[in-house]
């Protein structure tokens, strides 16, 4: 799959609650998720493993990020297939969202 389509993914069904701005006070940005997933998996597989099982199946119990559940509430299943979890997943392992 291409990068363009991995964009496409991210941008179409993430980035309306994980901004790359302050201004969505609902979600975190995606650069806080990025940090904190880099922290603990710089692999970029384990990165991929880890996104993509908890992306499909949002927890607290497996949460990296779980002082933003009590901030925010737990994130709502989207209801994606695996495999386009891990194309997202890599993406946002890739990609300078500073930019
Ligand atoms: C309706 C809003 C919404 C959408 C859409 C959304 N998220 Fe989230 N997401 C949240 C909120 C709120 C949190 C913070 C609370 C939490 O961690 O559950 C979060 C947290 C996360 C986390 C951190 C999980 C952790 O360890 O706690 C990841 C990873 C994540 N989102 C990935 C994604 C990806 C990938 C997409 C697109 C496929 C996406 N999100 C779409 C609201 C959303």
């Known amino acids: 799959m291409n990068a363009s389509y991995k ?26 998720i990025q940090n904190n997933y880099k922290n603990a998996f710089p692999n970029k597989k384990d990165f991929i493993d880890y996104m993509s099982t908890w992306v499909l199946n949002p927890n607290e119990e497996t949460s990296l990020m779980s002082t933003d559940i009590k901030k925010y509430g737990l ?25």
């Open 7 to 32: 964009a496409l993914l991210f941008n179409g069904n993430c980035i309306t609650c994980h901004k790359t701005d302050n201004l969505n006070k609902s979600a975190p940005r995606i650069q806080e």
């Open 75 to 99: 994130m709502p299943q989207l209801g994606y297939d695996k495999t386009t979890l891990e194309e997202i997943s890599e993406y946002i392992y890739d990609t300078n969202f500073d930019n």
